[in-house]
């Protein structure tokens, strides 16, 4: 071996012996910080104070009753609910009804003569669920799917008691 290896030797045996005290020295020194924090949490309200720390931002809801429900706002009838047959046929109908668009039955005595025939639960359905007849098609419930039943049945009515 010539000197230069020995003192290289010599010098890398220092190297790992200092690595190795100073490994030891923070396995210690780890240690030591692991038993004050473990000393530190005593108490149940340490805990549940860690626990809140680190608990994950979400969680997947797997309750079936969670479900978000429809805001009443949003079923609300149209025309708040109103039951004025003239008013909402005003609103809702009259844009076909009136002029004859599309074959729309005005509300002349003898474009209903054969309708009324049917009876006024048949027209009342047909109104609500809608109807294509011979002379074109009536959406349901003229196009306003928030009117109710009741809403559309009174505008029937409405129609009905207003032929010229
Ligand atoms: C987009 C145009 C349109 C609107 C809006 C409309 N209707 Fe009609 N309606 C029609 C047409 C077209 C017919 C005729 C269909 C046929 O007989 O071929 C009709 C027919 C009807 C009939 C007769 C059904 C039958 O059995 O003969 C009733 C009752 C009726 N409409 C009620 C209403 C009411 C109530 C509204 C408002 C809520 C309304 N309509 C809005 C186009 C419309």
Redesign the pocket.
Known sequence: MSNKDSIFFRNFSILLAALVVLTVALILVGMSMQNNLVANIKSEADRSAIAELIKPVAAVNTDPNAIVELEPAALAAAFDGSLDGEM??NN??A???VSG?????KLEAAA?E??LA?GMD???Q??IEG?????????A????AA?TDE??KV??EY??AHLE
């Open positions: 909402i046929y809702a109908c844009a076909c009804h668009a599309g074959g729309a039955p209903w054969l309708r049917q048949k027209l009342v047909h109104a109807f294509v007849g011979d002379y074109g098609m009536m959406p419930r003229g196009g306003n009117l809403q559309v505008t029937v129609m009905t």
